[in-house]
C-alpha cells in the first residue's frame, strides 16, 4: 500500500564513528549552519529595498514566463546650430585642425592679462634683459607630431561684451594690429607642460619702460590694460587642439647693470582667473558626410552616408527616435516593463586609441518633436570599448521610463536627445553614431513580465 508523502516516516541513517571524529564532524556541521544563517541574513537586508516592492505580485502556480523584445527601428539625425558661448570656459582652445568626419576646426584665443602685484622690481638702473611668453597647455587632441607656425597678435582695442549676458559668443571678433607680435615654427609636446615665445625686445622695451619713472603702469589693472589690451593667438598648418590655460604668462627679465649683478629677475604677468577672454571657433564641415546639413534644422542619418554626429566644439547634437511602439501594449493581460536598454554603437574608423579618442560621455535628454527639452533623462558613459576591431565599442543607456511613455502611445512625438556633457573645459572629442555589424548594431532591447 502506497502512504501519502506526507505521512511517510522520515529515516535518519548514522555512521558510527569514533568520539574525536564525531566532535570533529560536528564542528563542521556546526560551521556550516552558522554559515548558512549568515548568508539568509544577508540576503533578506540586500533584497529588502524599493526594486523589489515596485515589482507587482505573480502568482506562479500558473504558467510564468518572461519575454525580451528586440527593436531594431531606431533612427538618428544629426542637430547643428551656429553659436556658443565661449568665455565660461575655464580654459582657451587654441589649434588648426581637419578631421574628415568633424571638419575643419580653426580655434583662436583672445584674452587680456592681469596685473596682480605693482612690486616689480623694476627700478630706472635695471636693464632689460629678454621677454617671453609662457602659453602653458593643459591638453591636447590628434596628433602632435607636425610643426605648425604659432602667430601672436597685439589686439588692438580692450575685451568688451557685447551683449547685456556679459558673455562672449563663439562667432565674435576683435581687431588687432594689422602686422603680428611674432611668429614662430613650433612642436607641442605631450611630455612639456608648455610652448615658450620669445617676444621681440621692441615689445618688451616699451613695456619695460612703462614700469620705470613717474608713470608706474604696473601700479593700475586698468591703466595697463589700456595701454596694453591683450593677445590674439593664431595656427597656421595642420595642428592639435590645445587646450591653452589660464596660467600662461609673459615673463620680463631683467637685471641690474652687469658691474653689480648678473642674475637675471623675473617679473610675471599671467592671464589669472579673472581676466576677460574666450576661444574664437570656426567649423567648415566641407568634405565631410554633414556638408550639406543645414543649421537648427534635424538632417536625418540617411542623407549623411547613415551617420550623426554629437561634437562641442561643430555644435551639434543627435536625435533619436524609436518608431511605433505602440503594439508591445496590445495585449490580452497585464505585465510589466523590467527593463528597457538602448545600445548605440560608435562608427568603426572614427576614432582610434591615443590620437583621436572616442567620446566617453553625454547627457541624455527627452524631447518634444520640436526638439524642445522636456526632462533630463540620465549621463551615459561609454559601456565597452573595442580598440582592436572597433566592433565592441557601443553605450548601452537604460530608458525603461520613456519606453512606458513610448508604448503608452502618451508621448509617440518625444525623442531622444545626446549632447556632449558641457565641462569647465572644451571636450575635444566627438561622437559619431553608425551601424558596425549584425551582431553590434542599434537597437532597444526590453524585458517584460507578463502578469496574471
Request: glycine share 4%; hydrophobic share 35%; charged share 25%.
Amino acid at each position: 500500500m502506497d502512504i501519502p508523502l506526507e505521512n511517510r516516516p522520515v529515516v535518519l541513517l548514522f555512521n558510527l564513528v569514533p568520539l574525536e571524529s564525531y566532535r570533529f564532524e560536528t564542528k563542521n556541521i556546526m560551521k556550516s549552519i552558522i554559515t548558512f544563517c549568515l548568508l539568509v541574513l544577508i540576503l533578506s537586508s540586500c533584497y529588502e529595498n524599493s526594486f523589489l516592492e515596485e515589482i507587482p505580485e505573480v502568482d506562479l502556480e500558473d504558467d510564468f514566463f518572461i519575454s525580451k523584445v528586440e527593436s531594431t527601428d531606431i533612427t538618428y539625425s544629426s542637430y547643428f546650430q551656429d553659436s556658443m558661448v565661449t568665455s565660461t570656459k575655464e580654459t582657451f582652445l587654441l589649434g588648426n585642425n581637419t578631421n574628415e568626419y568633424r571638419g575643419t576646426v580653426r580655434a583662436r584665443p583672445y584674452f587680456e592679462f592681469e596685473i596682480t602685484t605693482s612690486n616689480t622690481g623694476i627700478d630706472d638702473e635695471t636693464v632689460l634683459d629678454s621677454i617671453v611668453f609662457v602659453l602653458k597647455i593643459d591638453g591636447s587632441h590628434f596628433d602632435t607630431l607636425p610643426e605648425f607656425d604659432l602667430t601672436i597678435y597685439q589686439l588692438a582695442q580692450r575685451l568688451e561684451y557685447q551683449n547685456d549676458d556679459e558673455v562672449f559668443y563663439d562667432f565674435e571678433t576683435f581687431p588687432t594690429y594689422a602686422s603680428p607680435l611674432v611668429t614662430k615654427k613650433v612642436q607641442y609636446m605631450p611630455s612639456q607642460d608648455s610652448i615658450r615665445i620669445t617676444l621681440p625686445m621692441e615689445f618688451g622695451s616699451l613695456l619695460f619702460e612703462k614700469a620705470k619713472g613717474s608713470e608706474k603702469l604696473f601700479e593700475s589693472n586698468e591703466d595697463f590694460l589700456d595701454f596694453f589690451p591683450g593677445f590674439m593667438l593664431e595656427v597656421s598648418g595642420q595642428s592639435p587642439l590645445m587646450l591653452v590655460s589660464k596660467e600662461s604668462y609673459i615673463s620680463i627679465y631683467h637685471k641690474a647693470p652687469l658691474e653689480l649683478i648678473e642674475e637675471d629677475e623675473e617679473y610675471k604677468i599671467s592671464i589669472g582667473d579673472y581676466a576677460l577672454g574666450y576661444t574664437h571657433i570656426e567649423v567648415d564641415r566641407s568634405g565631410t558626410p554633414f556638408s550639406a546639413a543645414p543649421n537648427y534644422v534635424q538632417s536625418p542619418a540617411t542623407e549623411s552616408q547613415s551617420l550623426a554626429i554629437a561634437d562641442e566644439l561643430g555644435n551639434s547634437a543627435i536625435r533619436i527616435d524609436l518608431g511605433d511602439l505602440t503594439y508591445l501594449g496590445d495585449v490580452p493581460y497585464d505585465y510589466y516593463i523590467s527593463e528597457a536598454n538602448i545600445y548605440i554603437p560608435v562608427k568603426r574608423g572614427t576614432y582610434d586609441r591615443k590620437l583621436n579618442t572616442p567620446l566617453t560621455q553625454f547627457d541624455v535628454y527627452v524631447i518634444d518633436k520640436n526638439n524642445n527639452t522636456k526632462s533630463y533623462l540620465s549621463q551615459a558613459t561609454l559601456t565597452s570599448f573595442d580598440d582592436i576591431f572597433q566592433e565592441a565599442t557601443y553605450f548601452k543607456i537604460p530608458i525603461s521610463a520613456f519606453v512606458k511613455s513610448q508604448i503608452s502611445g502618451s508621448r509617440q512625438t518625444d525623442g531622444l536627445w545626446l549632447e556632449v556633457t558641457a565641462g569647465t573645459s572644451f571636450n575635444m572629442g566627438y561622437l559619431i553614431v553608425g551601424e558596425n555589424s549584425t551582431q553590434y548594431k542599434s537597437k532597444l532591447e526590453i524585458t517584460i513580465i507578463p502578469l496574471n
